[in-house]
């Protein structure tokens, strides 16, 4: 919840709906020091606002006009002054017209927020991420989509996407969900703006164009280049990696420069002319030269989505921008790359989603890494690029417009996207499996988990060496996997006696005889109801065979008979005809989801006959479960 805290602090909106907001927050935290104080954190245009008073007998109060509904930060400092380092205690409110209540006990993080619908709907978010911080970045990212789906016309809705960045694919394909008004707000419009400029630079797309002054003060177009492979370099006089890399610049142009069809043209994001024309002199770079000495306002910069010093593309002869592999082979090899655009590009770029330099960085720490990993990164990244058909669905998708085809390029990424990720990730199991020494196996299986059951994970995790296990990564690997001890394989599944959906109660022990799939999941979950088509499909295939499906719902809401309302119409408008029970259905039973240690969800149990069980998955369905159902049921 830390880190959650902090993202939403940081995650501070500049601008909203325009409409002046008169707000006033009432917060009562019982069991606080006497010389607690509150403070409010919010901003305004460029100005940070910090608003203070005395915690009296646990209750504090703040009042104000801001020009918009706004995220703020609430903060306790228990020894009478501002917290400027974690752990903070601290809440996200939503500044608003109305009163916004704050109660709690103790803790402000753990307050509740309540009085007004963004605030509503920001506790609802809050839920979310705080239940999917352990999970995989798609689940998490499901889970966005989902609330912004429900959520079209919040604040909330939008905030969410832009903290997750209008680079990411996910929002790129999604942020037409949001309705028309939150789209032309001022973060909506630099959403938009964002991801079609990062759509507007993938590779086989046509480089945009842009003019910029020489040292001398001609004008100098990008376009004048056709014809020739231009190199487009982003850098600037105060940038040390920028110089530190024009030797190997310099021994590339000097290899290509006779054949007449080669060109560097660098842009500076200087802001000093002086500065910029030393660092020319200095460095003897003979190529062209460019600048607005606008710094990092950049007029190409910008079109180019550059922030980080150095960048560069490479532009082919008929202005396209050329896959990152090709620039690679170009800078190893020194040869113009032979004609492969006829097919638009699209079989240059890459299918693997390795990064060495990610994998370097979370290795860093580990004080037993004394070795090159560079043979086996290669050799995974080798697999992961062969191609199962992922080109033929980038062209596909290169086919159809972000604005108007949003929902066929949302449903492409969710069923073939889905389908060869899928893949992908089998194919990073085997290696990890045939490559039990292997540090790229190590990282890579610390972000697997969600691919495998609970046993096959700590039996991937067993076949590792002993010096893996010796590192931090493979503790934490470890502590996931202890954590699921609670259900361990051959146990029997607590047994639990609920209301179903028809009111008729029931207990999961009158299901012995049956292979029962027990299913976590709620109403609000996204990744969960996804997996709701597949679940029908085995379902209908064994329901004669003995699988019965027992679904308990955790819903959010702290209001029963909303939660009861929820869980209905998410069990009718799915169409899932099996058992279901809420986990609290205001009887006093014992907490079902703490019984079976659930920290995330969709997670799925599998049961045999006598009630033991068998397998535990913490995502949706997998393949090893439906085999194992197969086996069993096909007899």
């Excluded at 007998?57 to 009478?80: C, D, H, K, T, Y």
């Excluded at 970045?137 to 209008?166: C, D, T």
């Excluded at 921008?321 to 790359?337: G, M, N, S, Y």
Aim: charge should be positive; glycine fraction near 6%; proline fraction near 3%.
């Amino acid at each position: 919840m830390k880190k959650i805290c902090s993202l939403l602090i940081l995650a501070i909106p500049l601008m909203g709906i325009c409409q002046q907001q008169k707000f006033m927050i009432k917060g009562r935290v019982e069991g606080l020091p006497a010389k607690t104080k509150a403070y409010l954190v919010y901003q305004l245009g460029s100005k940070m606002i910090q608003d203070s008073c005395k915690v009296s007998n646990g209750v504090f109060q703040f009042a104000g006009i801001v020009p918009e509904a706004m995220e703020a930060s609430l903060l306790l400092g228990r020894a009478g002054k501002q917290p400027d380092a974690e752990p903070m205690d601290c809440q996200s409110v939503y500044l608003e017209n109305g009163i916004i209540q704050v109660q709690g006990k103790d803790s402000l993080i753990r307050s509740t927020v309540k009085g007004t619908q963004l605030n509503a709907d920001n506790q609802e978010r809050t839920a979310l991420m705080k239940r999917y911080s352990g999970a995989s970045q798609a689940i998490q990212k499901e889970a966005m989509v989902g609330f912004v789906r429900k959520h079209p016309n919040s604040r909330v809705s939008l905030e969410w996407m832009n903290l997750v960045g209008y680079r990411d694919s996910v929002v790129m394909a999604n942020y037409l969900l949001l309705s028309d008004a939150l789209r032309n707000t001022e973060m909506g419009k630099e959403l938009s703006h964002g991801a079609k400029t990062v759509l507007s630079i993938r590779p086989g797309q046509i480089a945009p164009d842009f003019t910029l002054l020489d040292p001398e003060g001609r004008p100098v177009k990008l376009s004048d280049f056709r014809g020739k492979y231009v190199l487009l370099d982003f850098w600037a006089s105060w940038c040390k990696p920028c110089r530190a890399v024009q030797p190997e610049l310099k021994a590339l142009n000097e290899a290509l420069k006779a054949t007449g069809k080669f060109a560097i043209l660098a842009v500076s994001l200087d802001k000093n002319k002086e500065a910029w024309l030393k660092a020319i002199a200095e460095d003897q770079v003979p190529w062209l030269q460019v600048a607005d000495l606008n710094g990092q306002g950049n007029r190409a910069a910008q079109l180019y989505d550059v922030t980080i010093l150095p960048s560069s593309f490479l532009i082919g002869p008929d202005g396209t921008i050329q896959p990152a592999k090709v620039k690679e082979k170009l800078f190893r090899e020194k040869l113009l790359p032979v004609d492969h655009l006829a097919n638009g590009g699209v079989d240059e770029v890459s299918l693997s989603d390795l990064n060495m330099q990610v994998i370097l960085t979370a290795l860093a720490k580990e004080k037993s890494l004394n070795e090159d990993i560079t043979a086996d990164y290669n050799q995974l990244n080798q697999i992961l690029e062969t191609d199962i058909g992922e080109r033929a669905l980038g062209k596909e998708l290169d086919l159809l417009d972000l604005e108007k085809d949003g929902a066929a390029i949302y449903q492409l990424l969710n069923t073939k996207g889905v389908l060869y990720n899928k893949q992908k990730q089998n194919m990073k199991q085997k290696f990890i499996a045939e490559h039990p020494d292997s540090y790229v196996s190590l990282y890579t299986l610390a972000e697997l988990e969600y691919m495998y059951s609970a046993d096959s994970y700590a039996v991937a995790y067993q076949q590792l060496t002993n010096r893996l296990k010796n590192t931090s990564i493979a503790a934490f690997i470890k502590g996931k996997i202890d954590k699921l001890k609670i259900t361990a394989t051959g146990t029997n599944a607590k047994d639990f006696t609920r209301k179903n959906q028809y009111g008729k109660s029931i207990s999961l022990s009158d299901y012995r005889g049956k292979l029962v799939l027990l299913d976590f999941w709620g109403s609000w979950c996204v990744p969960c109801r996804q997996t709701h088509p597949h679940l029908k499909e085995l379902y209908d295939k064994y329901k004669s065979k003995g699988l019965e499906i027992v679904a308990v719902a955790n819903e959010k809401s702290k209001d029963l008979e909303k939660s009861k309302q929820a869980w209905h119409a998410a069990i009718k408008k799915d169409d899932i005809n099996w058992v279901h029970v809420l986990n609290d259905e205001g009887s006093g039973g014992a907490d079902i989801v703490s019984a079976y240690g659930i920290t995330s969800y969709p997670t799925k149990l599998l049961l045999d006959q006598k009630g033991r069980i068998l397998m535990r998955v913490s995502s949706g369905l997998n393949e090893e479960m439906d085999q194992l159902i197969e086996k069993l049921l096909n007899k």
